[in-house]
């Protein structure tokens, strides 16, 4: 039999002290550890939500990968790349990668009666995943953008649409200024969308490849790239190694050259901001843990402290300190899994409350997003727990050699 488990059971189990010292000081412990345990699951929740939600809206936008001419690495103006049909296939049967959509920027100037506004129009083709527009459109639909013909269909922001004084459903001008012409075309507001990342927002609107190309004078199958979706957003590097392998360096048939960059490379400020959150949470997560560390230790004390006599006790009838010892540690371990128990109720329930009901408002300006968004992951919040509960075990073991200097003859006349 496990004699410091055994004692430790039935101290923790006694009904008889219920109005000592120690009941408060086991309260106030058990209360550390579980709003301790709280804060550092819904603290990781909310950052990791947070930068998952911000990674897919920058990810809607310029996907995983982008293959494209290597002079557009080198400069600013825009270089064509073929992209045919072959190209397609051999891009789509890289490890790693599952769907390729080819797309073109066109530079223009959208105009009005009252304003007009520089805009970046990206033209996609029928094989354009567009389920994150569409996720975002607040009203009109999404046209069917195609890469032989041109309805001239525009998607366009919130954002545009209000400096503009647009709504779905009207027409507007473009003009497409080159070095030896001005082109001016009519377009029809399809949609309009909303994603709060005011970069791409104030920006970027969308229409058909075809459009694009025709207003670039590109030759038939050049467009400005490819946008590769990858498998696992986790095995990004091993796709983009193997496209380094087959596609870098390589010409298509009109002799330019084909490089590439994962989003990490395209948007470098948004994703090295994004790691910066990763400090915060490690500074919230000490911080919790020295919290519940701290009561435990003040619970602990006082609880040695007020079993004084019955230390002495066990100490005379033969027990040396290392029993006593682990049976306090054992004492100090229920009280911690207490604790961890209605700090997973509280931290997990919250998030799952903000997960379904979206309680706590955010500020889309601010940031980005229009509520707060939550990411349970479990093996996250297992570790969590796993790590509390070591960590609030080790401080212990220190306080706990109190018990070796207390001596059975004089703590079994202590009161």
């Known amino acids: 039999m496990n004699l410091p488990l055994f004692l430790a059971r039935k101290i923790y189990k006694s009904e008889g002290d219920k109005c000592k010292v120690s009941r408060p000081a086991i309260q106030i412990a058990t209360v550390g550890v579980a709003v301790g345990l709280a804060v550092m699951i819904i603290t990781v929740s909310v950052v990791m939500g947070f930068k ?20 557009s690495m080198q400069s600013t103006d825009p270089y064509p790349i073929c992209i045919d049909d072959s190209m397609m296939a051999v891009l789509g049967n890289i490890g790693g990668i599952k769907h390729v959509e080819r797309y073109a920027f066109a530079q223009g100037i959208l105009k009005t009666d009252a304003d007009f506004l520089g805009m970046t129009f990206k033209g996609v083709g029928p094989e354009y995943d567009l389920s994150f527009i569409k996720a975002n459109l607040l009203s009109g639909n999404v046209p069917k953008f195609s890469d032989t013909s041109s ?22 001008y473009a003009y497409f200024i080159s070095d030896s012409d001005v082109r001016a075309r009519r377009f029809t507001v399809s949609g309009i969308y909303q994603t709060n990342l005011t970069h791409f927002d104030q920006s970027i609107c969308f229409t ?25 957003f986790d095995k990004l590097d091993l796709a983009y190694d193997n496209i380094i392998k087959n596609v870098n360096r390589t010409s298509d048939k009109y002799g330019d050259v084909f490089t590439s960059k994962t989003i990490n490379e395209a948007y470098p400020q948004i994703f090295s901001w994004l790691e910066l959150l990763d400090i915060n949470v490690w500074i919230i997560l000490v911080l919790m843990v020295c919290v519940a560390g701290f009561t435990m230790i003040s619970g602990l004390l006082i609880i040695i402290l007020e079993r004084t006599q019955m230390i002495g006790t066990l100490k005379a009838l033969g027990a040396p300190n290392k029993t006593v010892r682990h049976t306090f540690l054992w004492f100090a371990t229920f009280i911690i899994g207490r604790g961890l128990i209605a700090g997973n109720i509280l931290g997990i329930g919250f998030t799952l409350l903000q997960q379904h009901t979206g309680l706590v408002r955010l ?21 969590i727990n796993a790590a ?3 960590a609030c075990i080790f401080v212990l073991i220190g306080p706990s050699h109190l018990i070796s200097h207390i001596h059975p003859a004089k703590s079994m006349r202590y009161e």
């Open 363 to 383: 500020d889309p300006q601010n940031y980005y997003v229009s509520t707060a968004p939550m990411e349970l992951d479990l093996p996250i919040v297992l570790a």
């Open 52 to 71: 998952h939600a911000i990674r897919d809206k920058v990810i809607g936008f310029g996907s995983h990968i982008q293959v494209e001419n290597f002079l």
């Open 388 to 390: 509390t509960m070591l």
């Open 151 to 172: 309805k001239y269909q525009l998607l366009i922001s919130k954002m545009t649409a209000d400096k503009l004084h647009l709504k779905a459903g009207d027409k507007v």
């Open 208 to 232: 058909d490849l075809y459009a694009a190309t025709r207003l670039n004078k590109w030759q038939p199958g050049q467009c400005s790239g490819a946008e590769l979706l990858v498998d696992d």
